[in-house]
C-alpha cells in the first residue's frame, strides 16, 4: 500500500493518534515504538476503543483489512504527513527559536484568526512526532497553517522544514538552550538557521526582527518582511515598548496593552503585529486579539496569592530566558521583591559556568531576598545574607514552611524538571 492508499484512508477517518489512552473513534492509529513500549501491542485495543484502521510495522500484531502493516510506522506518520501538506496546499507559516516559540505561536495564530480559519500547533508538540500531528490537523477549511518546531540537535529543523514545507518562517531569537545537544551557542545558531536555509532554497520568505543583528546577518539572501523598534527601514516600525508588569506596544497610532509580563515578551508580540500587518489583518483587530490573550501552562502568569504578586514563569528555563527575567524583574517598580530560580537543564559541558553567571549577576545586583534551587545552582553557594541556596527542592520546602511572604513581588523561574510551581503551595 503506498502513501496515496494511506492517505485515502486517512481522509474517511477523523483524526490522528498514537495513544490509545486519547483514542477518539473513528480515528487513524500509529503503533509507534518508544524506548520502553511498543505500541505494536496496542493495535487490536485501538480498533476496540472506535479507531477505523491502524498503522503497524510488526507483522505479529496483524488484524484484519482494519491493519496496514509498514515498513516503519513512524517514517509512514511523517511521509502521511509531507503528503497531506502537498495536498491541502495552504500557506503554512513555521516558527523555531530558543525562547518563546508557543507563546509567539499563540499569538501569531489569536491574530491571524482575526481573518482566517487557522490552525496551530497545540501545545509544545514541536518534534518529529509532534510536527506531522500538527499537519495531518490540518484540514480543506484551514486557511492558514501555523506550525511551531522545537529542536536540540542541528539537522533537526532541516528535517521538519522537509515535512512542513514552511511557505513563510520565523525564529524568535538565538540563545542558550539546548546546548548539550547543539555541542555551544554556535551550533544553535546554525541549527535554528537551517529554516532560513530552507527558505533561501525555496524562494520563500521570512519575518526578521531588526533588534536581533543575528536574524539580520543569517537571513541577508532571503525575501524577508521586517519589523524594529523605531526603525526606519523597517516594514513594520514599533514606536515603543514598556513593561511595569504588563507589556504595552504603540504601533500606528494604536496602543497595545496585553496580558503577557516582561520586556522579553515584547518580541513576541511584536513578530505577531508584523505578522498580522503582512497578511492584511485590521489594525484594531490586531490591537483586540493581542490585548485579549491570556497566557497560561505557567508561561508569563501573572498570579494573586494573599497579599502578594507572583509572576510565575516555571515552564522552562535556560541562561538566555533567565538572564532577561531577571533583567526585567530588577528593572520593576516594586519595592518588596524576591527572586525564586531554579536549575537550567540540558546545558552539558556549559552547565557549570552557566550557572555561575547566574549566580554572580544575583550577588552583584543586591537584590535582596533571592533562592536559588536545584544541585547545579549549589555548587556555587556562597554566604549571603540576601542570596539562599537549596540543594533540593524538598529543603526550599521546608524552609518556606518557616517563612510568610507579605506584599511582595515574587518571580519565580526554571526548568521545567524543577517543578517550581510547587512554590505556590507554601506562599
Known sequence: MNIQDIHNLFLQCTSVSIDTRKIEKDSIFFAIKGENFDANTFARQALDLGALFVIIDNESYFIDNRTI???????TLQELAKFHRAHLKLPIIALTGSNGKTTTKELINVVLAKKFKTKAT????NNHI????????????????IVEMGANHKKE???????AQPDFGYITNFGKAHLEGFGGVQGVIEGKSEMYQYLANNNKTAFVNLEDSIQIERSRSINSFTFGIEKEEANVKIKTIEANPFVSIAYEGFNIKSNLIGLYNANNI???VAIGTYFKVDNNDIKAAIEGYVPDNNRSQLLNKGTNQIILDAYNANPSSMAVAIANFIQLDNSDKIMILGDMFELGDESQSEHKIIVDSVLNQNQSGCYLIGRAFYEHKVTSEDVLFFETFDAFAEFLKTKSFNNNTILIKGSRGMALERTLEYI
Do not use: D, Y
Open 122 to 125: 497545540v501545545g509544545n508538540l
Open 69 to 75: 502493516l509498514v515498513e516503519n510506522s513512524l517514517q
Open 270 to 272: 511584536n513578530a505577531a
Open 157 to 163: 529543523i532541516e528535517f521538519l522544514c522537509e515535512i
Open 130 to 145: 509532534g510536527v506531522p500531528l500538527t499537519l495531518l490537523s490540518f484540514t480543506k477549511e484551514t486557511q492558514i497553517g
